[in-house]
C-alpha cells in the first residue's frame, strides 16, 4: 500500500443495518442521495506566561455523525424513526367528499364511495356553497346510501369515517418510543487520483444510534425532498473504535 496515494470521495454509499444483538440485517438502503460522515472533537488548552500564549492542547469529547439523506421513503424507514412496528389491518379512514344529490324521489338521497361508520344524527353534511356552514339534517343511513332533508341542493359535501380493509398499513409515532442503536455498513468507491480507477471502499460503524428526527414535505410545487437521518456515532461496546475504513482493489 502506498501511503501517499490520493482518492477522490463523491459517490454515495450503499447502507446496511444490522441488529446489534442477533446480527442480522434489518434494512438496506439503495436510493440515498447523501451519505456524509463527520468527526469532531474538542481541545483544551495548558496557557501561561506574558500574554497567556498556549503552552499544551489536549483533545477530548470525540463525537461523531453520519448523515444520510434518502430520496423515497419506506414502510421499514417510519419503523426505524417511529420505534414502533407497523400494524397491518383495519383502521378508521376520515374522509370527506363531494356528492351529487339525487332529487329524482320524494326524499333526496346522495349514495356514498365507503359505507360510514357514523349512525344518522353524527354524519355531518352541508350543501356544496356552504361547507362547514350550517349543517342538513340526515333522515336515513342505509349502507353506502344517505337521506337528507333538503331537496334544493345540486350537491353537498359529507365528513364521515370508514373502515378501511384488512391490509392497510399504519405506522403509529409515539411519545416514548424511539429509534434504536444498530451496526452500520455502507459501501461505496472511491476513486484513485493515479490510475483514474475507482476502488472499493467500505465504512463500518459498529455503533449508530438512529435518529428520531423526521422532516416529511408535502409541497405544491417543485422537487420532492429526500428523508434526512442525522445520526450519533457511538463507541464500539468493545473497543474504542468508533468508524473503521477499509479500501480494497
Same mark, same amino acid.
Request: hydrophobic share 35%; aromatic share 8%.
Given at each position: 500500500?502506498?501511503? !501517499?496515494?490520493?482518492?477522490?470521495?463523491?459517490?454515495?454509499?450503499?447502507?446496511?443495518?444490522? =441488529?446489534?444483538?442477533?446480527?442480522?440485517? &434489518?434494512?438496506?438502503?439503495?436510493? %440515498? /442521495?447523501?451519505? !456524509?460522515?463527520?468527526?469532531?472533537? $474538542?481541545?483544551?488548552?495548558?496557557?501561561?506566561?506574558?500574554?497567556?500564549?498556549?503552552?499544551?492542547?489536549?483533545?477530548?469529547? /470525540? $463525537?461523531?455523525?453520519?448523515?444520510?439523506?434518502?430520496?423515497?421513503?419506506?414502510?421499514? *424507514?417510519?419503523?426505524?424513526?417511529?420505534?414502533?412496528?407497523? $400494524?397491518?389491518?383495519? /383502521?378508521?379512514?376520515?374522509?370527506?367528499?363531494?356528492?351529487? &344529490?339525487?332529487?329524482?324521489?320524494?326524499?333526496?338521497?346522495?349514495?356514498?364511495?365507503?359505507?360510514?361508520?357514523? #349512525?344518522?344524527? !353524527?354524519?355531518?353534511?352541508? @350543501?356544496?356553497? =356552504?361547507?362547514?356552514?350550517?349543517?342538513?339534517?340526515?333522515? =336515513?343511513?342505509?349502507?353506502?346510501?344517505?337521506?337528507?332533508?333538503?331537496?334544493?341542493?345540486?350537491?353537498?359535501?359529507?365528513?364521515?369515517?370508514? $373502515?378501511?380493509?384488512?391490509?392497510?398499513?399504519?405506522?403509529?409515532?409515539?411519545?416514548? /418510543?424511539?429509534?434504536?442503536?444498530?451496526?452500520?455498513?455502507?459501501?461505496?468507491?472511491?476513486? !484513485?487520483?493515479?490510475?483514474?480507477?475507482? +476502488?472499493?471502499?467500505?465504512?463500518?460503524?459498529?455503533? %449508530?444510534?438512529? *435518529? @428520531?428526527?423526521? #422532516? %416529511?414535505?408535502?409541497?405544491?410545487?417543485? =422537487?420532492?425532498?429526500?428523508?434526512?437521518? +442525522?445520526?450519533?456515532?457511538?463507541?464500539?461496546?468493545? *473497543?474504542?473504535?468508533? &468508524?473503521?475504513?477499509?479500501?480494497?482493489?
Amino acid at each position: 500500500m502506498n501511503a !501517499n496515494t490520493k482518492f477522490g470521495v463523491k459517490e454515495v454509499m450503499d447502507v446496511i443495518l444490522y =441488529d446489534m444483538e442477533t446480527g442480522t440485517p &434489518v434494512i438496506f438502503f439503495d436510493t %440515498l /442521495k447523501t451519505s !456524509n460522515l463527520e468527526m469532531t472533537s $474538542e481541545k483544551v488548552y495548558a496557557r501561561g506566561g506574558k500574554g497567556n500564549a498556549k503552552l499544551l492542547t489536549w483533545e477530548l469529547n /470525540k $463525537e461523531g455523525k453520519l448523515t444520510i439523506e434518502d430520496a423515497l421513503l419506506s414502510p421499514k *424507514s417510519l419503523e426505524l424513526l417511529s420505534g414502533n412496528a407497523g $400494524e397491518i389491518g383495519s /383502521k378508521t379512514i376520515y374522509q370527506r367528499e363531494v356528492c351529487p &344529490v339525487d332529487n329524482s324521489a320524494d326524499n333526496p338521497t346522495i349514495t356514498l364511495a365507503y359505507k360510514p361508520k357514523e #349512525t344518522a344524527e !353524527n354524519i355531518i353534511i352541508y @350543501s356544496a356553497d =356552504d361547507d362547514c356552514g350550517t349543517p342538513i339534517k340526515v333522515t =336515513d343511513v342505509t349502507d353506502k346510501t344517505i337521506t337528507i332533508d333538503k331537496a334544493d341542493a345540486a350537491s353537498v359535501i359529507v365528513y364521515y369515517t370508514f $373502515e378501511s380493509t384488512a391490509d392497510t398499513e399504519q405506522y403509529i409515532i409515539d411519545a416514548d /418510543k424511539f429509534s434504536g442503536t444498530y451496526k452500520l455498513v455502507g459501501n461505496t468507491v472511491i476513486r !484513485n487520483s493515479q490510475t483514474g480507477t475507482d +476502488e472499493a471502499f467500505q465504512i463500518v460503524i459498529p455503533n %449508530l444510534k438512529w *435518529s @428520531s428526527n423526521i #422532516t %416529511l414535505n408535502f409541497a405544491a410545487e417543485g =422537487d420532492p425532498q429526500p428523508i434526512s437521518f +442525522e445520526c450519533e456515532i457511538l463507541k464500539d461496546p468493545n *473497543s474504542s473504535t468508533m &468508524v473503521e475504513l477499509t479500501r480494497w482493489a
